[in-house]
């Protein structure tokens, strides 16, 4: 704003003090060009206290510019801005856990709002007073064996509820591998064991990872995540002894549910490698899998795949993953559960029709699925962003992000396909086959 009409307007004020809403234009026109010298002496003989909302708000803005935090925390209106004056304020105050409180108030309300370096600010102040200081441990531990640092338990349970659609291999999952873990007497009885490998194979994106952690939550165990870049290693014998030191902790503690992704990466076929040290990785790691020389009851080893063919058959002898389960992409039904999922606990204006959205992704993934949602949200986030209120996810929005989101499970399909047809002897694609015969269409 330039000098003449600012001077303009604080001429009009002084002739009509009662007009609020001037007087707030004219405070905000001063902080704007940094003069929170002038906004504040506007401000003498006025009781700032009786204004209303926006005015006390441009008001407080005005003395925390000036540097009287006391007088803007005292001014500042319950309304989500005002809340967030009042913890700026207490962060100049050193009132640091005070203004948490404000600030997470003000968020609650408005989030757009946010302000992580204000946060930041707060937390970090109020743990400097608490007088507690933090112990520095370093990296690399040495009393700590380094398999504790490979192996990653999952803290939250994950179960057959937060995955949506997969009835039947659930169901198959849940006669297979959960019931050995929950009557084990039983399966004693007719010499079955607990544990094993199941193999699960699909298309990327179709819930394999979300499939195995919800396995172990079924079973009550222990699920490790293993990374496959932990256990390869650039120096010869390694990557041995650390896949060994996995089984070795994951036995100590039964129940538990060892998960490989990207299993191929150390189990590929033997016969196309031409390096030594990727063949003993595999003979290793069916040396464990046999437990041959150590007791593998109560663990189970799950891998996933999006190339089985890849996958040494001797992978696949019984006792071995000698459950393979093919994890497909979801059908019309599963994606209708997959989007209430997705959409579940995210501001939404109204009802959305999940089943309409269902009937026109044909092809996509649970991973494409989520794609949709998120874009969906980013749209619904820069709507908040340049209204200033947090504006809800609407069907345009969605509709939106299914025109920018492709499927990306035809691709592999169309690979399935010609192993399903030409090297399908073992009869392992036959869960394939039937998916394509029944499910192509959508």
């Given at each position: 704003?330039?000098?003449?009409?600012?001077?303009?307007?604080?001429?009009?004020?002084?002739?009509?003090?009662?007009?609020?809403?001037?007087?707030?234009?004219?405070?905000?026109?001063?902080?704007?060009?940094?003069?929170?010298?002038?906004?504040?002496?506007?401000?003498?003989?006025?009781?700032?206290?009786?204004?209303?909302?926006?005015?006390?708000?441009?008001?407080?803005?005005?003395?925390?510019?000036?540097?009287?935090?006391?007088?803007?925390?005292?001014?500042?209106?319950?309304?989500?801005?005002?809340?967030?004056?009042r913890a700026r304020a207490c962060a100049k105050l050193g009132r640091s856990r005070e203004g948490?409180?404000?600030?997470?108030?003000?968020?609650?309300?408005?989030?757009?709002?946010?302000?992580?370096?204000?946060?930041?600010?707060?937390?970090?102040?109020?743990?400097?007073?608490?007088?507690?200081?933090?112990?520095?441990?370093?990296?690399?531990?040495?009393?700590?064996p380094e398999v504790t640092r490979l192996l990653h338990p999952e803290g939250a349970k994950v179960?057959?509820?937060?995955?949506?659609?997969?009835?039947?291999?659930?169901?198959?999952?849940?006669?297979?591998?959960?019931?050995?873990?929950?009557?084990?007497?039983?399966?004693?009885?007719?010499?079955?064991?607990?544990?094993?490998?199941?193999?699960?194979?699909?298309?990327?994106?179709?819930?394999?990872?979300?499939?195995?952690?919800?396995?172990?939550?079924?079973?009550?165990?222990?699920?490790?995540?293993?990374?496959?870049?932990?256990?390869?290693?650039?120096?010869?014998?390694?990557?041995?002894?650390?896949?060994?030191?996995?089984?070795?902790?994951?036995?100590?503690?039964?129940?538990?549910?060892?998960?490989?992704?990207?299993?191929?990466?150390?189990?590929?076929?033997?016969?196309?490698?031409?390096?030594?040290?990727?063949?003993?990785?595999?003979?290793?790691?069916?040396?464990?899998?046999?437990?041959?020389?150590?007791?593998?009851?109560?663990?189970?080893?799950?891998?996933?795949?999006?190339?089985?063919?890849?996958?040494?058959?001797?992978?696949?002898?019984?006792?071995?993953?000698?459950?393979?389960?093919?994890?497909?992409?979801?059908?019309?039904?599963?994606?209708?559960?997959?989007?209430?999922?997705?959409?579940?606990?995210?501001?939404?204006?109204?009802?959305?029709?999940?089943?309409?959205?269902?009937?026109?992704?044909?092809?996509?993934?649970?991973?494409?699925?989520?794609?949709?949602?998120?874009?969906?949200?980013?749209?619904?986030?820069?709507?908040?962003?340049?209204?200033?209120?947090?504006?809800?996810?609407?069907?345009?929005?969605?509709?939106?992000?299914?025109?920018?989101?492709?499927?990306?499970?035809?691709?592999?399909?169309?690979?399935?396909?010609?192993?399903?047809?030409?090297?399908?002897?073992?009869?392992?694609?036959?869960?394939?086959?039937?998916?394509?015969?029944?499910h192509a269409s959508g």
């Amino acid at each position: 704003m330039d000098d003449t009409t600012l001077e303009s307007l604080r001429a009009a004020f002084a002739l009509t003090p009662s007009n609020h809403a001037l007087l707030a234009v004219v405070l905000r026109a001063h902080l704007g060009r940094g003069e929170a010298g002038r906004a504040v002496e506007l401000l003498a003989g006025t009781d700032a206290a009786a204004l209303p909302d926006d005015a006390r708000l441009a008001a407080a803005e005005a003395f925390l510019a000036a540097d009287h935090a006391e007088r803007a925390l005292e001014l500042a209106p319950a309304s989500a801005a005002g809340l967030l004056v009042r913890a700026r304020a207490c962060a100049k105050l050193g009132r640091s856990r005070e203004g948490i409180g404000f600030y997470d108030s003000a968020v609650a309300q408005n989030p757009t709002l946010e302000d992580v370096t204000l946060r930041t600010l707060l937390g970090a102040r109020a743990v400097d007073r608490g007088g507690t200081r933090l112990k520095v441990i370093a990296n690399d531990d040495t009393d700590v064996p380094e398999v504790t640092r490979l192996l990653h338990p999952e803290g939250a349970k994950v179960r057959f509820a937060d995955v949506g659609g997969l009835s039947e291999v659930k169901e198959q999952i849940r006669r297979r591998i959960i019931l050995p873990f929950q009557k084990p007497s039983l399966f004693q009885r007719f010499r079955k064991k607990v544990g094993g490998g199941i193999l699960l194979y699909g298309p990327p994106g179709c819930g394999k990872t979300l499939l195995a952690r919800a396995t172990a939550g079924e079973c009550d165990a222990s699920f490790f995540n293993v990374a496959i870049t932990d256990v390869l290693d650039m120096y010869i014998g390694e990557a041995e002894r650390k896949l060994h030191a996995l089984f070795e902790q994951a036995r100590q503690k039964p129940p538990a549910v060892v998960f490989f992704d990207e299993l191929e990466a150390l189990a590929a076929k033997r016969t196309y490698t031409r390096e030594a040290t990727s063949s003993k990785i595999v003979s290793t790691f069916l040396s464990e899998l046999d437990g041959f020389s150590q007791n593998n009851r109560g663990v189970l080893v799950i891998g996933a795949t999006n190339v089985p063919w890849a996958i040494d058959p001797a992978m696949r002898r019984p006792g071995r993953f000698d459950r393979v389960v093919f994890v497909p992409p979801p059908d019309r039904e599963a994606r209708a559960a997959i989007l209430e999922i997705l959409l579940r606990d995210r501001p939404v204006a109204g009802a959305i029709d999940v089943g309409s959205i269902a009937r026109r992704t044909s092809g996509h993934s649970g991973a494409d699925l989520a794609s949709v949602v998120e874009t969906a949200a980013d749209e619904a986030i820069a709507r908040s962003l340049d209204s200033g209120e947090e504006q809800d996810i609407t069907p345009d929005d969605l509709e939106g992000a299914l025109r920018e989101v492709k499927p990306t499970t035809l691709e592999w399909l169309t690979t399935a396909r010609s192993y399903a047809r030409y090297a399908n002897d073992s009869g392992i694609y036959d869960d394939v086959l039937r998916f394509l015969d029944t499910h192509a269409s959508g």
